[in-house]
């Protein structure tokens, strides 16, 4: 499985923007870029993927460098609730499995 | 989207006994579900994949004896936990497999603890 590497943990300021980056060097033309969120006690959350493409939704954004072997997700606002573990995961068109990696452990404050 | 529901969300049973917990697709056919196990301050780890109408794919070091999995239906996976032991404790999750280009879905988790 080609892995990712992202920050244990990052900070943030409420109502600031926060960047959360994720390399994936070996990552294969037909890898999705999948990100997920878990809060406390809950089951993981998803947030956005894409394949080339920056990619919005209405939680968040992902920008995917050209080359594909980074992204990042954007969230544009961060609010208390955005506290959690961010999961950055490749998902392969023929490897239908997500192997979740550590995470980052994104901290809001006040 | 869709709707993952798990059942239920915490349990606790004593140590030799069984324990099931369930994972409905409520809005939609589900041919193939995931359950993963995570300990605390640790990510999740696969355990098996449940293939409606088949028998389930394990993943290494998992004992299929011990976590029988059930998917008898396109809405329903079930896993049980045979005969429990303390270091079964763990945070039980559920999801679809939603295809590489769509969102996976995921239950809200089962906390079980063996006493």
């Known amino acids: 499985d080609a892995k990712t590497t992202q920050p244990n943990s990052m900070e943030s300021n409420e109502e600031e923007p926060v960047h959360l980056p994720c390399n994936h060097s070996t990552i294969s033309g037909t890898d999705y870029i999948h990100w997920y969120r878990q809060l406390p006690s809950q089951g993981p959350e998803y947030v956005i993927h894409g394949l080339t493409s920056n990619v919005n939704n209405r939680m968040a954004s992902l920008a995917i460098a050209e080359d594909r072997k980074s992204s990042t997700l954007i969230l544009h606002r961060a609010t208390l609730r955005d506290a959690a573990v961010y999961y950055c995961?490749?998902?392969?068109?023929?490897?239908?499995?997500?192997?979740f990696g550590k995470g980052t452990l994104l901290t809001v404050n006040p | 989207g869709a709707v993952v529901s798990q059942h239920p969300s915490w349990v606790i049973c004593k140590s030799g006994t069984s324990v099931k917990i369930e994972c409905r697709s409520l809005?939609?056919?589900?041919?193939?579900m995931f359950w993963y196990r995570q300990f605390p301050k640790q990510s999740l780890m696969l355990m098996a994949t449940?293939?409606?109408?088949?028998?389930?794919?394990?993943e290494q070091g998992v004992e299929k004896d011990k976590f029988l999995i059930n998917h008898a239906s396109l809405t329903l996976s079930t896993l049980t936990v045979t005969s429990a032991h303390p270091e079964d404790s763990s945070f039980y999750i559920c999801s679809d497999d939603a295809g590489p280009n769509y969102g996976y879905t995921f239950g809200s988790g089962t906390r079980l603890t063996v006493v």
């Open positions: 995961i490749l998902r392969g068109g023929s490897n239908y499995k997500l192997t």
């Open positions: 449940s293939n409606e109408g088949s028998k389930a794919t394990y």
């Open positions: 809005d939609f056919q589900a041919t193939t």
